[in-house]
């Protein structure tokens, strides 16, 4: 039966904390339980909880979890927007975004199929697929986001009496649930990035071919994917952003109790005066029963003078022969941002990289790309085209074009 949307809308309105009470509900509701939540929620000088119970039914705002059964759910787009009005989210798992890239992959083959047929309706509803699952992605990504927001709120905001190690878990937990799925996302070498550039490819020779008339979807798509990139990139930052702060306190407040665990468990089972014979510092001291007479000051003088601590080493900051290699290696890394300052813009990091340092090897190219990509004050683009390899001292890289310039 159509709705009418303004009657729709207008009983929601009207019918705000009934209808949140009802979706923050976990699992389906029976009729008894909706009743009661009318009488709490719901304004019995205007509306009688009968006719509220069947409003709810004919709008379709509760269907029935089976045919024929007692128990309700609400429907699925309603529960979307009030879980979108209350910021309330629910995070993208690894099972979601690997079902998404099966179905980015599935409409690419059907595109290139297409393409290769020369027949545009094919090329048209793969590239409409296409764009309903990018756009998908990123209301899962927006709602990740506003997931972690809510979580770390929620958190900061529990004053309850718990344990470190319960806090310590919940905020490990959230990260396995919020930040882990995001970095499979922007993973370079994903497989959801190798989908993506795959997938420009395919819209690229498709507009190319000429098979596709409207070239305004598939530059949609095209949009959808640059936008789908930045838009997890960021998610990811600010989700690490809030997390870590939480996890490396919680970290080390854990470790600290940890050990305190261990020297009251130690303390149990050992008698007191043992622990202050073998754990306590014992200072050295000397009962004065009468005020010390001038040889004794001059033996305490004297032994001072003649056991002088021992200076701190000194750290040589120029590079010797007998410097070690790691640190010869964090010299070089610490000094790659500067270094590439003086030429920016630069189009392809990896080239400058192995160009300037060839006697640099695989693992040492990898930290300085790292060092380059994660510097606050330089801006970093990841160009999507196909991987090009790029020789090392000992090995060969394969990385995809990125450009940098000044943030």
């Known amino acids: 039966m159509q709705i009418a949307p303004k009657r729709y809308f207008d009983f929601c309105a009207a019918h ?7 979706a923050m509900r976990p699992g389906d509701v029976s009729e008894a339980q909706v009743r009661q939540m009318i ?10 909880t009968d006719s509220t119970w ?56 059907r595109l290139v199929s297409g393409v290769e047929a020369l027949d545009p309706v094919s090329v048209g509803m793969a590239a409409n697929e296409v764009d309903h699952t990018l756009r998908r992605m990123q209301d899962d990504l927006s ?14 905001a529990d004053r309850s009496a718990v344990s470190v190690r319960e806090r310590y878990l919940r905020i490990v937990t959230l990260m396995d649930l919020y930040v882990y799925p995001l970095v499979e996302i922007v993973r370079v070498d994903g497989v959801l990035t190798s989908t993506l550039n795959q997938l420009d490819d395919s819209l690229r020779h498709a507009r190319e071919q000429g ?8 530059e949609r798509v095209e949009r959808q994917i640059r936008a789908l990139r930045r838009r997890s990139i960021h998610t990811l930052n600010e989700s ?33 005066e043992d622990w202050a014979v ?45 410097t070690p290699p790691d ?27 192995v160009k300037s340092y060839p006697e640099k090897g695989t693992a040492d190219a990898l930290l300085g790309l790292s060092k380059l990509l994660f510097d606050p004050a330089l801006d970093v683009k990841f160009k999507g085209h196909k991987s090009k390899s790029y020789r090392t001292r000992d090995g060969v890289l394969e990385v995809t074009t990125i450009s940098i310039n000044h943030a």
Request: aromatic residues 6%.
């Open 16 to 22: 705000v904390p009934l209808l949140h009470a009802i």
């Open 39 to 48: 009488r709490t929620y719901g304004d019995p000088a205007q509306e009688g």
């Open 54 to 109: 069947q409003r709810l039914l004919e709008l379709q705002v509760l269907a029935p979890l089976e045919e024929g059964s007692s128990h309700y759910v609400m429907s699925q787009p309603l529960l979307q927007l009030v879980n979108f009005l209350f910021n309330d989210a629910v995070p993208t798992s690894p099972e979601i975004i690997e079902g998404y890239i099966a179905a980015l992959e599935s409409a690419r083959k």
């Open 143 to 156: 709602a990740t986001h506003r997931a972690v927001m809510a979580e770390v709120a929620r958190y900061k």
């Open 211 to 218: 098979v596709y008339a409207e070239i305004g979807p598939i």
């Open 240 to 272: 690490r952003k809030e997390l870590q702060p939480l996890y490396d306190v919680l970290r080390r407040s854990s470790a600290i109790a940890h050990g305190a665990t261990l020297a009251l468990n130690r303390l149990r089972q050992v008698r007191l």
């Open 278 to 322: 073998n754990y306590v510092p014992q200072a050295g001291r000397a009962p004065i029963e009468s005020p010390p007479t001038d040889e004794v000051l001059r033996q305490v003088i004297e032994h001072v003078a003649t056991h002088p601590p021992t200076p701190p080493p000194m750290l040589s900051m120029v590079e010797n022969t007998d």
């Open 327 to 353: 640190y010869v290696r964090l010299l070089w890394l610490n000094g790659l941002p500067d270094a590439i300052r003086e030429e920016l813009p630069v189009k392809d990091l990896t080239d400058w990289l």
